[in-house]
């Protein structure tokens, strides 16, 4: 077991241009060796900080089973539980709870990440985010599972669902800090079938617990306590100096959270391309459960049974393509062909489902969106890894991306209800989807020293 004492940050424990704060761009260095187009070899600078790797990895996954069952099963159990509530209202309300928490998460995440990167603990910069989001997050589960006032539930909700998010984004910066280049692909593709997993984990605990309404919000996030307290004890989380942070500038932080596309144009274009998908995935997963009560007039526990089987049936392709793709990706070199392919497929999966008539139309829906998220969400993360524009700043950076896909947890709840009008018309939005994620992949061949 490491001691979070003995990981404190040294000039000699980190490459001279980190500890200066004059970190290269990644957008010159993530081609490698100019014109070669393969990405360096960073294992021994990372195992000099952060430990060895082969410690690293396992720690990271068996965390991501947890952090994956949070993060994609509180949506689905605060569904379940307005519509156990009152199913005329539920879809409005639901609509507007969670674009105030996609507001306070565009300001919170990258404020926390950024804070992350300056922490100076002694038990490191990740672990006090991490531990201290997850509890934040559990206490305000458990105030939704035992009220029943919209308002009291909202608040809940908004300050726990930002607590879990900065957890998990906190948890995310480990994989891109601790982990090479050359294996990061692999890894994701590996947290990606533990999310895999978790999805269908995550939609049979709410489907079997909707009854119990304080188990079903809180046993998500004990989940994730319980699967990332090994990470927390054993990785090697380096605690910075004082000297090597820069000083906590609030107006300057926040204008560092806006990255110059015209500096950094790949980190811009795959922004975008991410929040165009972003907008693909939170229409169709996070109404899904919706569509399933108010179109084929399913009862909440029934949908929420439905759901569990829609995540039994779409695992097996899942785990395949994100550890598949994953190792190809790494093995050809190349992230954009994959991105590519996975944001059209996840377009065709939202036209299909738009003209769903019946659940076993949905399910053929389902499981091509499968296929293209896996896809997406393996290779895009070691894309963005790429694209850093500096090392310095990593967990603010990932911070910004990860709003490309918060963004869209605000601008589509906002906008779904007026969309779907009174006949709850899932063509129309799901269409309107299918559009954006068709365009995230056309700017991907902007991205120029990536393959």
Known sequence: MSNPTDTRLRDEDEPSAIAAGESPGRDEIAAGEPGTGEPEDDTEAITRTYGKPSRTIPLVLLAAVGGYIMMLTLGTALQLRLSAMNEATAT????????????????AIPLIGALSDRTTSRFGRRRPWILGGYLVSLACMAVIGIMTGHLVIGAAYVVGITAAQAGFNAYAVIPVEGVPNKMRARVMGFMGMMGALAMSAGAAIAGRLVGTPVLMMTVPVLLALATT???ILLYKDPQRERADVPALDLRGLFAGFLVDPRKHPNFGWVWL??????????????FFVLYLITNLHFSPAEAGARASLLSLYSAPVSIVLFTGSGWLSDKMGRRKPFV?????????A???GGRAGSFNQFVIAWMVFAVGQAMYLTVDLALCAQVLPNEADTGKDMAVFGLALNLPTILVPAAAPAILGAGNNYTLLWGIAAVLCALGAVVIPLVKGVK
């Open 350 to 352: 939202l036209v299909i």
């Open 92 to 107: 409005t309300v639901y609509s507007r709870i969670t674009t105030v928490s996609g507001i306070l998460m565009l300001v």
């Open 229 to 231: 307290f090994p990470l």
């Open 340 to 348: 590519i392919g996975s944001a059209a497929v996840m377009a065709l």
């Open 273 to 286: 391309s991410r929040f165009l998908a972003g907008v693909a995935m939170t229409a169709f997963l996070s």
